[in-house]
């Protein structure tokens, strides 16, 4: 983990990742929520949304001589340097969407830059809200050595009235907000108390 250096003040870098690449999605529309609420709500989080749109799609005969493409090169050093990690993972097909597992393998390559990182998920969509995404994503991170927080969980049933986002894929609904607010002060606790600092 990127250790915390400074004062109580420093701020906690994390690296928000979705793993939909549609603009309008709506687990990209959580990633901005959580960007927006990390300038008004939630004190000393800097959240930084990561494209893994440009990330080839994993294959070994890229690395040449323990390097990597420059793209999972640029993509790996923001890992790295973040202290923390915000997954907006999508459920395709009761699992993980491709997009974000071919990412998570990229990062994982050895060096491992994944490990030792707390990490919170969020998720939208329809019926159980992401949810099953978010138990393999889970089993994924026992093996990348991150540590998940437990509480509180956020599954947002995108399809469920009242509208919970906007035809740009906004979030739009106040009571999600304030459920997503909750995650990331939750996230802010634990990478405090992993690097000792609370």
Do not use: C
């Amino acid at each position: 983990m990127a250790a915390l250096s400074g004062t109580s003040s420093q701020i906690i870098k994390v690296a928000a990742l979705s793993g939909s690449l549609r603009k309008g999605s709506y687990n990209r529309g959580l990633v901005r929520s959580a960007i927006e609420l990390s300038k008004t709500a939630v004190e000393g989080l800097q959240i930084e949304y990561i494209d893994i749109s440009p990330l080839p799609l994993l294959n070994t005969d890229l690395e040449k001589e323990g390097t990597y493409p420059p793209e999972v090169e640029a993509f790996r050093q923001k890992i790295l340097v973040a202290d923390s990690i915000l997954f907006a993972s999508p459920e395709y097909n009761y699992s993980i969407a491709a997009p974000l597992k071919n990412a998570i393998d990229w990062a994982s390559r050895a060096p491992n830059v994944w490990a030792g990182k707390p990490a919170a998920i969020v998720s939208a969509g329809g019926g159980f809200g992401g949810g099953r995404s978010q138990y393999h994503l889970r089993q994924v991170g026992v093996f990348l050595d991150l540590h998940f927080i437990n509480k509180p969980e956020f599954f947002l049933n995108a399809f469920q009235p009242p509208a919970k986002f906007n035809d740009d894929g906004d979030l739009i609904d106040e009571d999600a907000k304030k459920r997503l607010k909750e995650v990331l002060l939750s996230l802010k606790k634990f990478t405090l108390q992993l690097n000792g600092k609370n």
